[in-house]
């Protein structure tokens, strides 16, 4: 069984930092792209960053790119999503989705994901 | 970052038929296909459909996706309480290099 466990969110201030988390387990983990994907309070899907299955590639939305970092440990089958400079429209449920493909580019279908972790970007 | 355009809401009566439309360009969804997912209130999204329009193992047969074009397109026929939910396309975009998701449809059961 597929399973997706983020951790690592919480109340952080505007400008500051915090690591997300999120460990894998029931699939190869090294052969699937992975997702970030954020949802704002009362709001839509916002996808974050994909990181191919090798972890060679990686690809970001404008809104964060230069302050996110994506990258994952096959060793450790987690995927992480390292955020700097915390602005409060960052706050938002963070999930992680495993792709249905290894590269990311050209696939975004996220076929299971974790339950989420909130971040809270104030002062 | 552009993304798909959907409705707002949809609202139908038990047991009848929603169509729910996204809407992109040759970027996206004309040149890549679209996923669709659902998302009942308090829960991670579920995947319904993947881009070549077939559904994932477990997904009830009263969804079907479909595409023309720019136009992505859902299909729930049957309506039942369950189905109340936010629904999602998904594409990749080959000019941003990155995904994009629908605004997001809210079906409302009658």
């Known amino acids: 069984e597929v399973q997706l466990l983020e951790s690592g969110g919480g109340l952080v201030q505007p400008g500051g930092s915090l690591r997300l988390s999120c460990a894998a387990s029931g699939f190869t983990f090294s052969s699937y792209a992975m997702s970030w994907v954020r949802q704002a309070p009362g709001k839509g899907l916002e996808w974050v960053s994909a990181i191919s299955g090798s972890g060679g590639s990686t690809y970001y939305a404008d809104s964060v790119k230069g302050r996110f970092t994506i990258s994952r440990d096959k060793s450790k089958k987690t995927l992480y999503l390292q955020m700097n400079s915390l602005r409060a429209e960052d706050t938002a449920v963070y999930y992680c989705?495993?792709?249905?493909?290894?590269?990311?580019?050209?696939?975004?279908?996220?076929?299971?994901w974790g339950q989420g972790t909130l971040v809270t970007v104030s002062p | 970052q552009a993304g798909l355009t959907q409705p707002p809401s949809v609202s139908k009566g038990l047991r009848q038929t929603a169509t729910l439309t996204c809407t992109g360009d040759n970027n996206n969804i004309d040149n890549q296909g679209a996923a669709w997912l659902q998302q009942h209130q308090g829960h991670p999204p579920k995947l319904l459909s993947y881009?070549?329009?077939d559904r994932p193992s477990g997904v009830s047969e009263r969804f079907s996706a479909s595409r023309s074009g720019n136009t992505a397109s859902l299909t729930i026929t049957g309506l039942q309480p369950e189905d109340e939910a936010d629904y999602y396309c998904l594409a990749w975009d080959s000019r941003l290099s990155a995904y994009v998701f629908g605004t997001g449809t809210k079906v409302t059961v009658l």
């Open positions: 881009r070549n329009n």
């Open positions: 989705a495993k792709d249905l493909g290894f590269y990311g580019s050209g696939s975004a279908e996220l076929d299971y």
